[in-house]
């Protein structure tokens, strides 16, 4: 397929990426190269769950909607609103870089991104590119990167409602507002949901939480999101938006880890876009992330784990001619941590230089970037990456790719009192990927290939101390699939992979809580103001720990879940589900209690344009 810079395509990969995602551009992703082009041209891996795509699906929460993408598997401790981890291709649940509406988030403390905190009522859309990232954004995208998009708005004045009731105790509430005129646009979003929950943990004091409480744990959640743009005269775009989501999580814990969480996840972000020539467009973005957790005992405040996070970018695109495209620019990020806890270490920056070629040449696409990371603790990196396309014909295309990549330790890696290693080094990847994709008028497809070396990979040893003793090779395959039978829309995908250690004491075994398989196979069907949908989710076997011990090893699953929707009037729709209507019992952490067969119904008001 052809890499082509249309005019439309152009002014999207210039304006500050989300900015542009919306109802008109279906089909454009910008994570994977920091500019706008068609899905069906990027070299990469991608997939996109549109705000169509999360509605239909009736998810309360965001591991719940990134269940059964490809080459993505989810552990999680006992329910909503408890700790989830999310591994991309096998890699560690750290090795994801994970941006909201163009700014990094996370903790930097834990090195990962509270999935379970960021409330699918704000949500938009959501891009997952896979395999290495790292010469276009820095420490973190071994794996790959999400982006999440938070809603936009736009157009006439327009209130939105919903209403969720169902099992555990199960509520959720959205009020909206949105609206615009020909230059300027705004969204604003209150949500509030929670649950009773259910026991967490069946642990004892030997075992999994290491203790015994069996009682509900439940969550709570407040959000706000405000996002909003204005496109002056002069050409001059600029963009706000913010987002803060306020938990409250009950858990089964001890004095030491707690038993009760008060969090807050907050974004604050801005960006400007404009031409300064006719080829070069800049974009110049400033944002500001929040990762806080305060933990309690019985009502004892017994420590605190705050990260704030600084980011500034500078970009430039330059239109080479309607086929290539040249990107440069420079990143800066400055972490910074609170806690009760005495860190030798508190703060630390990282300043960025990064490059960017695209060009299309007949039947031939060619992508080219490399990137210069100067991080305060570890000095200079230097990361590429290299892709390449070739179109058979109009309905097929071959790609190849090859990326390095490099993850620096966490804050608790290196300085947790009586746990970290101040001695440790930042883990480096090279990967290779291969892959085949095709369309047709009824179905889309794609099938990639890829293998991940990982040296440095942080380990523990003997005394549970962090260290550089491993390294790991992670291979797999992944398969998209959609299509139209009999009146039937039909999506599946399918992820083989076998990431494994190579060096260590448990050289060839699995890392632990990655399961070995996974499948998605969704079918609906729609008939007049009706909608009938039906899901198979299945995972394999996983082991809980790194020596793959036979009394750690969990099971694989299969979950079915059945929806459907009807349409009471223009603008209202009401909706209910059944999850796992098998009431499956099965655990993705041992030890750790996963919901049973749940049924839930949805009341939503969006005026229709």
């Not at 039937?488 to 190579?502: A, K």
């Amino acid at each position: 397929m052809k890499y082509k810079l249309s005019a439309a395509l152009l002014s999207a990969a210039c304006t500050p990426a989300y900015a542009v995602i919306n109802e008109t551009l279906p089909d454009i992703v910008v994570t994977a190269t920091r500019t706008a082009q068609s899905a069906d041209a990027t070299l990469a891996s991608v997939s996109i769950i549109t705000r169509q795509d999360i509605a239909r699906s009736q998810a309360q929460s965001l591991p719940d909607v990134l269940r059964g993408v490809a080459g993505l598997t989810i552990s999680n401790s006992g329910g909503a609103g408890k700790a989830t981890s999310v591994h991309l291709r096998g890699t560690n649940a750290d090795h994801i870089l994970v941006l909201v509406d163009g700014i990094k988030v996370g903790s930097a403390t834990t090195g990962t991104a509270s999935f379970q905190d960021i409330p699918v009522a704000q949500i938009e859309r959501i891009e997952i590119v896979r395999g290495p990232r790292t010469s276009l954004y820095g420490s973190e995208a071994i794996g790959g990167v999400i982006q999440i998009f938070t809603r936009k708005g736009g157009g006439a004045l327009t209130p939105s409602f919903s209403a969720t009731a169902g099992s555990y105790g199960t509520f959720n509430s959205m009020f909206g507002l949105s609206g615009g005129g020909e230059q300027g646009w705004f969204n604003t979003k209150l949500n509030q949901q929670g649950t009773s929950g259910f026991n967490a943990c069946r642990g004892s004091l030997a075992a999994g939480c290491f203790v015994n409480e069996p009682d509900k744990d439940g969550y709570r959640n407040l959000s706000l999101g405000l996002r909003g743009g204005y496109r002056f005269d002069n050409g001059v775009t600029a963009d706000f938006n913010a987002l803060q989501a306020n938990g409250a999580n009950q858990s089964d814990g001890s004095i030491f880890a707690g038993n009760e969480a008060k969090s807050v996840q907050q974004v604050l972000g801005g960006s400007a876009y404009f031409a300064a020539a006719e080829p070069w467009h800049v974009t110049l973005r400033a944002g500001h992330s929040r990762d806080d957790s305060d933990l309690f005992f019985n009502g004892l405040h017994i420590d605190r784990y705050n990260t704030q996070r600084d980011n500034l970018t500078w970009q430039n695109d330059i239109v080479l001619d309607d086929r290539q495209l040249l990107s440069a620019g420079l990143d800066y990020q400055q972490d910074r941590i609170e806690s009760l806890r005495a860190y030798a270490q508190t703060a630390r920056s990282n300043r960025a230089l990064f490059g960017q070629y695209q060009g299309s040449f007949g039947a031939h696409s060619l992508q080219v970037s490399a990137r210069r990371d100067d991080n305060q603790q570890f000095g200079g990196h230097d990361t590429a990456g290299l892709g390449y396309g070739y179109a058979v014909n109009d309905t097929l295309r071959l790609t190849a790719s090859y990326g390095t990549a490099f993850k620096a330790p966490t804050f608790n890696q290196l300085y947790y009192p009586g746990f970290g290693s101040a001695t440790l080094r930042p883990e480096l990847s090279r990967s290779f990927e291969a892959g085949v994709g095709g369309h047709e008028a009824s179905y889309k497809w794609s099938l990639h290939a890829y293998q991940t070396d990982i040296t440095d990979l942080i380990g523990f040893d003997a005394s549970f101390t962090p260290v550089n003793i491993n390294t790991a090779r992670l291979k797999g395959l992944e398969g998209q699939l959609q299509t139209h039978l009999a009146d039937w829309d039909i999506n599946g995908t399918l992820t083989l992979q076998d990431p494994r250690q190579t060096s260590g004491a448990n050289r060839g075994r699995l890392l632990n809580r990655r399961a070995t398989e996974t499948m998605r196979i969704e079918a609906a069907h729609g008939f007049g103001a009706y909608r009938l949908a039906g899901s198979l989710y299945a995972e394999g076997r996983r082991f809980d720990d790194l020596a793959n011990t036979a009394t750690k090893r969990l099971g694989g699953y299969g979950l079915l879940d059945v929806r459907a929707e009807y349409r009471i009037a223009r603008d209202w729709q009401a909706q209910g589900r059944i999850d796992n209507l098998l009431d499956k019992k099965y655990e993705t952490a041992q030890f750790y209690n996963q919901a049973g067969r749940g049924l839930y119904f949805t009341l939503n008001y969006q005026p229709r344009n």
